[in-house]
């Protein structure tokens, strides 16, 4: 008779401020009685990449094959998964057309790899709504975004992703489709000829964070400029 897998629910959460920007990743892995919190920091990456990384973070704690419920507040994992999507672009080399590369192939292969070691399924759940796993997953993601030890990103390529995600306030989120609203950046003083964006594009739902080309700006003395991160 074949042993029933321990099952294992996990949470997981990514952030990127501004996006692309510095980043990380929160998961909490829950197993009867025990708990595990898992989390990094990256010097340039984006949101999706770590909302991810921080499911394969996840899966690839785990040591022996398990039943896991996953848990996220990214459709972009949840629906890649759930549509098909991510194994259709395998099937192709990693193209999602003749043309077009998909993004984040260097993760999704690590996902793949990791899903398919368990018995996996993958729920969405919105962001910063009260599911206090979910909100904690949030809270490792940002400090870990937000500390002075982060790693590159090796897989990153900015030419494979788009740094203007939105231009204008009113727009829906990427993320969770709430309305985006116009925010003054903060102020750091910054060097001569040091790029910096004037303002940048804000979601109250899930406090996601974009910036706009129109609003980079570049110092041209040393002064105190407008700032889009703490």
Known sequence: MEQEKPVVTIYTDGAAEPNPGPG???????????????????????????????????????????SVTVYSDSKYVVDSVENGSVFEWRSKNWFRTKSERAKNSDLWER???????????????????????????????????????RFPDIGYQPNQESKVTHT?????????????????????????????????LYCAGCKATYTVESAKRQCESSMLTMFDDD
């Open 168 to 200: 204008q306030p009113g727009e829906p989120c990427r993320k969770c489709g709430t309305e985006l609203i116009r925010q003054t950046a903060k102020e750091k003083r910054r060097k001569p000829g040091e790029w910096y964006y004037e303002w940048y």
């Open 24 to 66: 990380g990743y929160g998961v909490v892995l829950l197993f009867g009685k025990h708990r595990k919190e898992l989390s990094c920091g990256f010097e340039l990456t984006t949101n999706n990449r770590m909302e991810l990384l921080a499911v394969i973070a996840g899966l690839e704690a785990l040591t022996k094959p398990c």
């Open 111 to 149: 996902f793949i790899a990791a899903y398919e070691s368990h018995a996996v399924t993958l729920k969405w759940v919105p962001g910063h709504s009260g599911i206090a796993e979910n909100e904690r997953c949030d809270e490792l993601a940002v400090a870990a975004a937000k500390s002075l030890q």
